[in-house]
């Protein structure tokens, strides 16, 4: 590497290193030793193309333009090269300050070096961005495979003059001169002109059959055979051709891009009414708090098992979508955002379960716009695609929802970017999807493709589910999940309907809530009646089924009526009295206990309506004394037969006592769910760390400064609080300090040490005695003191 880009980053400020080092995060994981291991690794395949594919379009073009340059180039006459392409899409001051603002950029993030009289690309991007501006190789690369004997042939047969050099040399030379290009284009035919103009902005390569066929200008028949009898197109392999560089710079008539604007382009679409497209999104995020409440309570009752391969069945999302109401993909994506959320998780068994997790109950506890913002939250900054759910993988293998394959890593990034256009459409715009994938390719041109497009359709999608946007428009709560600072919740909340606590009891055995309910008393009625419909105002039945429930969950038939006493604004209709009671009086005569199972019940003649019933069969049951069967089904199975045959049994301990079950006690711990990061940097300290550390290191590698003896005497010793805290104080202020420290041996030795950053239990830092960066174990610090 030329020492010229290791020099410039060393005279850059600190500053302007931090910004380097937080555009390009991935230059200091690890620290760099010294500023040339910086340069090293800032020159890196990996790293400058992570780098470039962060640019946009204008800025990308301007590397570009760089890096087509033999040498060192001027602002002026890089300003000059792009204003052809940039004609008609800006204005002289536009562009300069476009120009400005990229050169600016290029420098800040160490993708260009030099004052503006001596531009030059930084090392290694010219390799990877080869080829530029979709041009092809140069001549030389071209023909390099070419025998020197058929080159000299091309070169009489262009009426190239005889001349000492290579064959490859002189025909590149020519190529390069615009003259001689001009006098060769114009000999061809209009039909193998319009194949140059074709090849000359890109592709510039084709397939072509025996293409290193020997042809002559005289013989050559076709438009293609007139392009390579003349040098214009060259056979890069047996099928291959292409179009020198050379020859495509003169067809674009100098110009390095077709069309080139420094501003994005505008963002297309429907006009809204902004307060209204916040109330549309508001009530659409209320509705994702409730739905996701109601899948956690139903999956408590009846959770669904976890694939063996991961996942979630698709029989089990389809009862899942039916009962919450909502089509396949929106229930998939209810359950991905509960996931990301850490609020379910499967049980880790063998046969695991989908459950909801402890989480979930701090979180329903929550206001709503709270629940909300946490939710949101997590869709945006996670690393699945709930829109893959029932397509198939390159196996042919179908994906579930909660698979694993569903991860996808520029997920949560392409997100993030997708939002951020939505973010700046402006008040009461719906941007059409085609100017958001536009406007994305401009601001990435690198990460175009078919992936990134779909990922930003399906983000468009549920962003309006998740109530993100309403009527395609960025809401105000949006803005603030956008933005990350943690308004969105405070945003949300005037939007949202008040919650009601009372419904309204019919004779018909229903119950109507005239809006949405409280989380206790929506809890109660889902327990204790069956969601009939749902709208404007939802409709509960109450049943038998469902009044046995609350009691097997350990109510009374008096909890139940005075619950709907108290929240019914209407009285409590006789028919809904007189079932209460009924289900009541029938419930708990009948007990089943464990022996495999037996059944116990005072009255006798209840058990020999059972033992007559001729559904009993199967049940093989026995009387054991007149108030007890035996049977050697299990419990379980016992109780739902009994059930089914029209009774309200309840289960019973070993020691007599009635087992309440209740419907939200099944919880699990589950494994910590991976979060996707969005493509953020460094903090400021640990970037101002990194800094310190690395020009420490910088100076030793330069001076090579022999080590230093450790002081005098007995090594420090300190309290390990009062060792953390002043090791703090020294990265902070930059000072040195002398610490005792323990190596492999349990030997406790001196060190003297410019301290840089503390992280995971260890301490970055210059070691003066060993002139070199360490790392040291915190546990091994044996105390600390100042440096005399």
Request: hydrophobic fraction near 40%.
């Amino acid at each position: 590497m030329s020492t010229e880009f290791p020099e410039w980053l060393r005279g850059r400020t600190d500053e302007q290193l931090r910004a380097l080092v937080t555009a390009r995060p991935e230059l200091i994981t690890p620290v760099p030793a010294h500023v040339d291991g910086l340069a090293a690794r800032a020159g890196s395949p990996s790293a400058l193309g992570r780098a470039l594919d962060r640019l946009d379009r204008f800025t990308l073009a301007v590397v570009e333009t760089l890096t087509l340059q033999p040498g060192p180039i001027t602002r002026k006459a890089l300003r000059s090269s792009l204003d052809k392409a940039a004609a008609g899409t800006a204005g002289k001051k536009e562009l300069d300050a476009a120009l400005d603002e990229a050169l600016d950029r290029l420098r800040t993030r160490g993708l260009a070096f030099g004052p503006d009289d001596a531009l030059l690309p930084a090392p290694g991007v010219v390799e990877a961005l080869d080829p530029p501006a979709g041009l092809g190789p140069p001549a030389a690369e071209v023909f390099r495979h070419h025998s020197p004997e058929a080159l000299e042939v091309l070169l009489d047969d262009i009426g190239a003059p005889r001349r000492d050099g290579s064959p490859r040399d002189r025909l590149a030379e020519l190529l390069a001169d615009p003259t001689t290009v001009g006098r060769l284009v114009a000999e061809v035919s209009p039909q193998a002109r319009a194949a140059l103009d074709e090849l000359s902005w890109g592709p510039a390569s084709g397939r072509l059959p025996n293409a290193r066929r020997d042809i002559r200008t005289a013989t050559a028949q076709s438009p293609i055979e007139q392009l390579l009898a003349r040098g214009l197109l060259g056979a890069t392999g047996d099928e291959s051709v292409a179009l020198p560089r050379e020859v495509a710079l003169f067809l674009r008539d100098g110009r390095v891009h077709r069309d080139l604007s420094p501003r994005p382009p505008d963002l297309e679409g429907a006009r809204r009414d902004q307060v209204l497209a916040d109330r549309t999104a508001a009530g659409q995020a209320f509705t994702l708090v409730r739905t996701v409440e109601e899948l956690c309570e139903h999956w408590s009752v009846e959770p669904p098992g976890v694939l063996r391969t991961g996942g979630l069945a698709i029989r089990d999302l389809k009862r899942t979508a039916q009962s919450l109401d909502l089509p396949e993909w929106a229930a998939g994506l209810v359950v991905e955002i509960a996931y990301a959320a850490g609020l379910v998780a499967s049980g880790g068994s063998v046969d695991g379960e989908w459950l909801p997790t402890p989480a979930y109950d701090g979180w329903r506890v929550k206001s709503t716009e709270d629940r909300w913002a946490l939710l949101a939250s997590a869709w945006a900054g996670m690393d699945r695609v709930p829109g893959l759910i029932g397509e198939r993988d390159d196996r042919d293998r179908p994906l579930n929802a909660l698979h694993p394959d569903l991860r996808r890593p520029a997920a949560a990034q392409v997100r993030a970017q997708t939002l951020a256009v939505l973010a700046s459409a402006g008040p009461g715009l719906a941007p059409a999807a085609a100017s958001v994938l536009a406007r994305l390719s401009w601001e990435q041109p690198r990460r175009r493709g078919a992936q990134r497009d779909r990922l930003a359709e399906l983000t468009l999608r549920e962003a309006e589910q998740v109530g993100v946007t309403g009527l395609g428009v960025l809401s105000a709560h949006g803005h603030g999940i956008v933005r990350g600072d943690g308004t969105a919740a405070g945003l949300l909340a005037p939007l949202l309907p008040e919650p009601v606590d009372h419904v309204l009891l019919q004779a018909d055995l229903t119950a109507v809530a005239p809006g949405p309910l409280t989380s206790d008393l929506g809890r109660w009625l889902a327990l204790t009646a069956d969601v009939e419909s749902k709208g404007g105002a939802t409709v509960y039945r109450f049943s038998e089924r469902s009044i046995r429930r609350a009691l097997d969950a350990g109510q009374s038939a008096d909890d139940v009526a005075g619950m709907l006493e108290r929240h019914s604004a209407t009285a409590v209709p006789q028919p809904l009295r007189y079932l209460i009671s009924d289900v009541a009086r029938r419930h708990g005569r009948i007990r089943v206990g464990t022996a495999s199972a037996y059944v116990r019940c005072d009255d006798p003649s209840v058990l020999d309506e059972v033992l007559a019933d001729k559904r009993a069969g199967l049940l093989r049951l026995r009387r054991l004394a007149p108030t007890v069967l035996a049977s050697k089904t299990s419990r379980a199975t016992l109780i739902d037969s009994l059930r089914a045959m029209g009774y309200a049994p309840v289960a019973e301990s070993l020691e007599g006592d009635v087992l309440v079950s209740r419907a939200d006690s099944r919880r699990t711990d589950g494994p910590p769910v991976a979060r996707g990061a969005g493509p953020t940097g460094p903090e400021p300290d640990v970037a101002a760390a990194a800094i310190r550390a690395m020009r420490a290191g910088d100076e030793a590698h330069r001076t090579r400064r022999r080590p230093s003896h450790g002081p005098d005497g007995q090594v420090p010793r300190s309290p390990a609080t009062a060792t953390i805290q002043a090791l703090q104080d020294a990265i902070r202020q930059g000072s040195r300090v002398w610490i005792g420290y323990l190596d492999a041996q349990g030997h406790a030795t001196s060190r003297i040490l410019e301290p840089a950053r503390m992280e995971g239990g260890y301490l970055t830092a210059y070691d003066e005695t060993r002139a070199a960066v360490h790392r040291f174990a915190l546990h091994r610090i044996t105390g600390i003191a100042d440096v005399s």
